[in-house]
Nanobody, 127 residues
Framework: QVQLVESGGGLVQAGGSLSLSCVAS????????MGWFRQVPGKERDFVAA????????YYTDSVKGRFAISRDNGKKSVYLRMNSLKPEDTAVYYC????????????????????WGQGTQVTVSS
């Protein structure tokens, strides 16, 4: 089992920045893919960003490209999401996710590729 704990959410004004962190514990060795998803009440959980095993392969949903950056530190078993130029529509609960197997490139953005999820951290962007 892998446990994930997110931190770093909060309230920020539009145009501001926030950084999210996620630390893995348990059987958290060589996790092939880690990602961030977000969810607003009444809607499905949406893909935000993902990163491959060595940090070189990254994937983003179109709405955050150029504003968000995902990274990982395997030594610290951590994944990060730097969010710049935040917009009110970025408001959501952000979830960290870990995949036990390497997804196909097109599957990095699918929630079904990830077996392990954190509890989520709220990000609120005021206008």
């Amino acid at each position: 089992q892998v446990q994930l704990v997110e931190s770093g959410g909060g309230l920020v004004q539009a145009g501001g920045s926030l950084s999210l962190s996620c630390v893995a514990s348990g059987r958290a060795f060589n996790i092939p893919a880690m990602g961030w998803f977000r969810q607003v009440p009444g809607k499905e959980r949406d893909f935000v960003a993902a990163v491959g095993p060595n940090g070189f392969s990254t994937y983003y949903t179109d709405s955050v490209k150029g504003r968000f950056a995902i990274s990982r530190d395997n030594g610290k078993k951590s994944v990060y999401l730097r969010m710049n130029s935040l917009k009110p529509e970025d408001t959501a609960v952000y979830y960290c996710a870990a995949a036990p197997f390497m997804p196909a490139p097109k599957a990095f953005g699918l929630a079904t590729s990830y077996n392990y999820w954190g509890q989520g951290t709220q990000v609120t962007v005021s206008s």
